[in-house]
T-cell receptor, first 111, second 110 residues
Protein backbone atom coordinates (compact mmCIF):
# COMPACT_ATOMS: atom_id res chain seq x y z
CA UNK A 1 0.00 0.00 0.00
CA UNK A 2 1.32 3.43 -0.94
CA UNK A 3 2.17 5.75 1.95
CA UNK A 4 3.05 9.43 2.27
CA UNK A 5 4.38 11.00 5.47
CA UNK A 6 4.90 14.73 5.79
CA UNK A 7 6.97 16.51 8.40
CA UNK A 8 6.78 18.64 10.37
CA UNK A 9 3.03 18.79 10.99
CA UNK A 10 3.32 22.52 11.63
CA UNK A 11 6.04 25.08 11.05
CA UNK A 12 6.26 28.67 12.20
CA UNK A 13 8.77 30.94 10.46
CA UNK A 14 9.71 34.56 10.67
CA UNK A 15 9.36 36.45 7.41
CA UNK A 16 12.58 35.92 5.43
CA UNK A 17 13.58 32.78 7.36
CA UNK A 18 14.14 30.01 4.79
CA UNK A 19 13.27 26.40 5.57
CA UNK A 20 12.22 23.06 4.05
CA UNK A 21 9.21 20.79 4.28
CA UNK A 22 9.69 17.04 3.96
CA UNK A 23 7.60 14.40 2.20
CA UNK A 24 8.67 10.76 2.61
CA UNK A 25 6.94 8.20 0.45
CA UNK A 26 6.70 4.52 -0.36
CA UNK A 27 4.95 3.65 -3.60
CA UNK A 28 4.72 0.70 -5.95
CA UNK A 29 6.16 2.27 -9.07
CA UNK A 30 6.24 6.07 -8.76
CA UNK A 31 4.46 7.72 -11.65
CA UNK A 32 4.48 11.21 -10.19
CA UNK A 33 4.81 13.22 -6.96
CA UNK A 34 2.67 16.32 -6.50
CA UNK A 35 2.79 19.34 -4.26
CA UNK A 36 -0.35 21.33 -3.51
CA UNK A 37 -1.03 24.44 -1.47
CA UNK A 38 -4.28 24.66 0.51
CA UNK A 39 -5.60 27.86 2.08
CA UNK A 40 -8.16 27.64 4.92
CA UNK A 41 -11.64 26.85 3.62
CA UNK A 42 -10.40 26.27 0.07
CA UNK A 43 -9.53 23.31 -2.09
CA UNK A 44 -5.92 22.30 -2.80
CA UNK A 45 -4.19 24.34 -5.48
CA UNK A 46 -1.70 22.50 -7.68
CA UNK A 47 1.94 23.65 -7.47
CA UNK A 48 4.32 21.06 -8.97
CA UNK A 49 4.66 17.60 -10.43
CA UNK A 50 7.95 15.71 -10.14
CA UNK A 51 8.48 12.49 -12.07
CA UNK A 52 11.97 11.14 -11.36
CA UNK A 53 14.78 11.33 -8.83
CA UNK A 54 16.97 14.36 -9.33
CA UNK A 55 14.22 16.48 -10.83
CA UNK A 56 13.65 20.01 -9.50
CA UNK A 57 10.88 22.55 -10.11
CA UNK A 58 10.69 26.20 -9.04
CA UNK A 59 7.97 28.79 -8.67
CA UNK A 60 8.69 32.14 -7.07
CA UNK A 61 10.00 31.40 -3.54
CA UNK A 62 9.25 27.66 -3.76
CA UNK A 63 11.52 24.91 -5.02
CA UNK A 64 10.60 21.23 -5.03
CA UNK A 65 13.15 18.43 -5.25
CA UNK A 66 12.82 14.66 -5.49
CA UNK A 67 14.91 11.64 -4.46
CA UNK A 68 13.97 7.97 -4.57
CA UNK A 69 12.52 8.10 -1.06
CA UNK A 70 11.51 11.70 -0.37
CA UNK A 71 10.73 15.13 -1.67
CA UNK A 72 11.51 18.51 -0.20
CA UNK A 73 9.70 21.78 -0.65
CA UNK A 74 12.22 24.54 -0.01
CA UNK A 75 10.85 27.95 0.85
CA UNK A 76 13.30 30.80 0.38
CA UNK A 77 12.75 34.11 2.19
CA UNK A 78 9.06 33.38 2.87
CA UNK A 79 6.42 36.08 3.11
CA UNK A 80 3.22 36.06 5.20
CA UNK A 81 1.22 35.26 2.06
CA UNK A 82 3.04 31.92 1.86
CA UNK A 83 1.15 30.83 4.99
CA UNK A 84 -0.94 27.78 4.06
CA UNK A 85 -1.04 24.02 4.40
CA UNK A 86 1.21 22.25 1.90
CA UNK A 87 0.14 18.81 0.75
CA UNK A 88 2.27 16.14 -0.87
CA UNK A 89 0.79 13.29 -2.91
CA UNK A 90 2.03 10.38 -5.03
CA UNK A 91 0.52 8.38 -7.82
CA UNK A 92 1.56 4.88 -8.79
CA UNK A 93 1.79 3.06 -12.07
CA UNK A 94 -1.38 1.10 -11.43
CA UNK A 95 -4.38 0.96 -13.73
CA UNK A 96 -6.22 4.05 -12.62
CA UNK A 97 -3.24 5.95 -11.18
CA UNK A 98 -4.51 6.17 -7.62
CA UNK A 99 -3.33 9.27 -5.76
CA UNK A 100 -2.28 8.96 -2.10
CA UNK A 101 -2.07 12.15 -0.06
CA UNK A 102 -0.08 13.05 3.02
CA UNK A 103 -1.73 14.91 5.89
CA UNK A 104 0.11 18.13 5.15
CA UNK A 105 2.41 20.68 6.79
CA UNK A 106 0.74 23.80 8.10
CA UNK A 107 3.08 26.73 7.52
CA UNK A 108 2.72 30.05 9.30
CA UNK A 109 4.96 32.96 8.30
CA UNK A 110 5.04 35.78 10.82
CA UNK A 111 5.77 39.37 9.72
CA UNK B 1 -7.53 27.50 -16.31
CA UNK B 2 -9.40 24.46 -15.05
CA UNK B 3 -12.56 25.32 -13.18
CA UNK B 4 -14.14 22.83 -10.78
CA UNK B 5 -17.27 24.20 -9.14
CA UNK B 6 -18.98 22.73 -6.11
CA UNK B 7 -22.55 23.85 -5.65
CA UNK B 8 -22.42 24.72 -1.94
CA UNK B 9 -19.62 26.04 0.27
CA UNK B 10 -21.48 25.27 3.50
CA UNK B 11 -24.33 22.87 4.16
CA UNK B 12 -26.15 21.85 7.36
CA UNK B 13 -28.39 18.77 7.35
CA UNK B 14 -30.14 16.51 9.84
CA UNK B 15 -29.34 12.86 10.54
CA UNK B 16 -31.29 10.52 8.28
CA UNK B 17 -31.67 13.05 5.48
CA UNK B 18 -30.64 12.24 1.92
CA UNK B 19 -27.96 14.74 0.91
CA UNK B 20 -26.77 15.66 -2.57
CA UNK B 21 -23.41 17.33 -3.27
CA UNK B 22 -22.89 18.56 -6.81
CA UNK B 23 -19.69 19.14 -8.76
CA UNK B 24 -19.21 20.55 -12.27
CA UNK B 25 -15.99 20.86 -14.29
CA UNK B 26 -15.49 22.85 -17.46
CA UNK B 27 -12.45 21.14 -19.02
CA UNK B 28 -14.03 18.05 -20.57
CA UNK B 29 -12.08 15.80 -18.19
CA UNK B 30 -12.84 12.09 -18.29
CA UNK B 31 -11.99 11.43 -14.64
CA UNK B 32 -13.75 12.90 -11.61
CA UNK B 33 -13.28 12.19 -7.92
CA UNK B 34 -14.90 12.74 -4.53
CA UNK B 35 -12.76 12.99 -1.39
CA UNK B 36 -13.43 13.82 2.20
CA UNK B 37 -10.85 15.68 4.28
CA UNK B 38 -10.64 15.35 8.04
CA UNK B 39 -8.02 16.72 10.45
CA UNK B 40 -5.17 14.27 10.92
CA UNK B 41 -6.51 11.89 8.28
CA UNK B 42 -5.78 13.83 5.12
CA UNK B 43 -7.76 13.35 1.92
CA UNK B 44 -9.53 10.02 1.55
CA UNK B 45 -11.05 8.85 -1.72
CA UNK B 46 -14.76 8.04 -1.57
CA UNK B 47 -15.65 7.32 -5.23
CA UNK B 48 -14.34 8.14 -8.65
CA UNK B 49 -15.61 7.99 -12.21
CA UNK B 50 -13.60 7.54 -15.40
CA UNK B 51 -16.48 8.02 -17.83
CA UNK B 52 -20.16 8.88 -18.02
CA UNK B 53 -22.28 6.38 -16.08
CA UNK B 54 -19.12 4.63 -14.85
CA UNK B 55 -18.10 4.61 -11.19
CA UNK B 56 -15.58 2.88 -8.97
CA UNK B 57 -15.36 2.64 -5.19
CA UNK B 58 -12.51 4.38 -3.47
CA UNK B 59 -11.17 3.68 0.00
CA UNK B 60 -14.22 4.70 2.06
CA UNK B 61 -17.42 4.24 -0.03
CA UNK B 62 -19.68 3.03 2.79
CA UNK B 63 -22.71 5.27 3.27
CA UNK B 64 -22.20 7.08 -0.05
CA UNK B 65 -23.22 6.68 -3.66
CA UNK B 66 -22.48 8.69 -6.80
CA UNK B 67 -24.06 9.61 -10.10
CA UNK B 68 -22.50 10.72 -13.36
CA UNK B 69 -25.13 11.26 -16.03
CA UNK B 70 -23.13 13.89 -17.95
CA UNK B 71 -19.40 14.18 -18.48
CA UNK B 72 -19.09 17.53 -16.73
CA UNK B 73 -21.15 16.69 -13.63
CA UNK B 74 -20.43 14.29 -10.76
CA UNK B 75 -22.76 14.03 -7.78
CA UNK B 76 -22.11 12.57 -4.35
CA UNK B 77 -25.12 11.23 -2.44
CA UNK B 78 -25.34 10.53 1.25
CA UNK B 79 -28.20 8.03 1.37
CA UNK B 80 -29.03 8.55 5.06
CA UNK B 81 -26.77 11.18 6.62
CA UNK B 82 -25.08 10.41 9.93
CA UNK B 83 -23.06 12.61 12.27
CA UNK B 84 -19.82 10.82 11.35
CA UNK B 85 -20.22 12.14 7.83
CA UNK B 86 -19.63 15.69 9.03
CA UNK B 87 -16.58 16.70 7.04
CA UNK B 88 -15.07 18.78 4.24
CA UNK B 89 -15.93 17.25 0.87
CA UNK B 90 -13.70 17.94 -2.11
CA UNK B 91 -14.38 17.23 -5.77
CA UNK B 92 -11.54 16.90 -8.28
CA UNK B 93 -11.18 16.26 -11.98
CA UNK B 94 -8.40 15.41 -14.38
CA UNK B 95 -7.58 14.15 -17.82
CA UNK B 96 -4.00 13.13 -17.16
CA UNK B 97 -2.36 14.09 -13.85
CA UNK B 98 -2.55 16.28 -11.83
CA UNK B 99 -5.99 16.50 -10.32
CA UNK B 100 -7.65 19.90 -10.02
CA UNK B 101 -9.87 20.58 -7.04
CA UNK B 102 -12.95 22.60 -6.28
CA UNK B 103 -13.17 24.77 -3.18
CA UNK B 104 -14.99 22.15 -1.16
CA UNK B 105 -18.28 21.81 0.69
CA UNK B 106 -18.17 22.02 4.48
CA UNK B 107 -20.99 19.64 5.48
CA UNK B 108 -22.35 19.48 9.02
CA UNK B 109 -24.78 16.73 10.03
CA UNK B 110 -26.73 17.53 13.20
Amino acid sequence: EDQVTQSPEALRLQEGESSSLNCSYTVSGLRGLFWYRQDPGKGPEFLFTLYSAGEEKEKERLKATLTKKESFLHITAPKPEDSATYLCAVTNSGGYQKVTFGTGTKLQVIP
Amino acid sequence: DVKVTQSSRYLVKRTGEKVFLECVQDMDHENMFWYRQDPGLGLRLIYFSYDVKMKEKGDIPEGYSVSREKKERFSLILESASTNQTSMYLCASRSNQPQHFGDGTRLSIL
